[in-house]
């Protein structure tokens, strides 16, 4: 897009000082052309200072966008790594809660 605006005014330009150069003894037409020739330069700018915020402003989106990605990603990571731990948790109390009943029926065998 830049290069398409950048081309038409290029060509823009060529024309007006083309007409300029023809137009040696009118200075009102003159004056006229130099006017169009500035207001199409100014314009140029213009459009590319928009097309640089734009495009700053999408970077910054995309930045924003994967950083927020990037902590829902280590929150997941985070949750998962604990319900592991739990997990591994309640298994070393349920083992040992096996352990003890074992142990409880070993007892009340002896015991008979």
């Given at each position: 897009?830049?290069?398409?605006?950048?081309?038409?005014?290029?060509?823009?330009?060529?024309?007006?000082?083309?007409?300029?150069?023809?137009?040696?003894?009118?200075?009102?037409?003159?004056?006229?052309?130099?006017?169009?020739?500035?207001?199409?330069?100014?314009?140029?700018?213009?459009?590319?200072?928009?097309?640089?915020?734009?495009?700053?402003?999408?970077?910054?989106d995309l930045k924003d966008e994967h950083n927020r990605k990037m902590k829902e990603m280590k929150e997941k990571q985070e949750r998962l790594l604990n319900v592991e731990e739990a997990l591994r948790k309640d298994e070393i109390k349920y083992m040992e809660r096996f352990k003890r009943q074992r142990e409880e029926m070993l007892a009340r065998k002896l015991a008979d």
């Open positions: 897009m830049k290069m398409l605006k950048d081309t038409q005014n290029q060509e823009r330009n060529i024309i007006l000082e083309l007409l300029l150069e023809n137009m040696q003894g009118m200075e009102a037409m003159s004056s006229y052309l130099q006017k169009c020739i500035t207001e199409n330069d100014s314009e140029l700018e213009k459009f590319k200072k928009m097309q640089d915020k734009e495009r700053t402003l999408r970077i910054k």
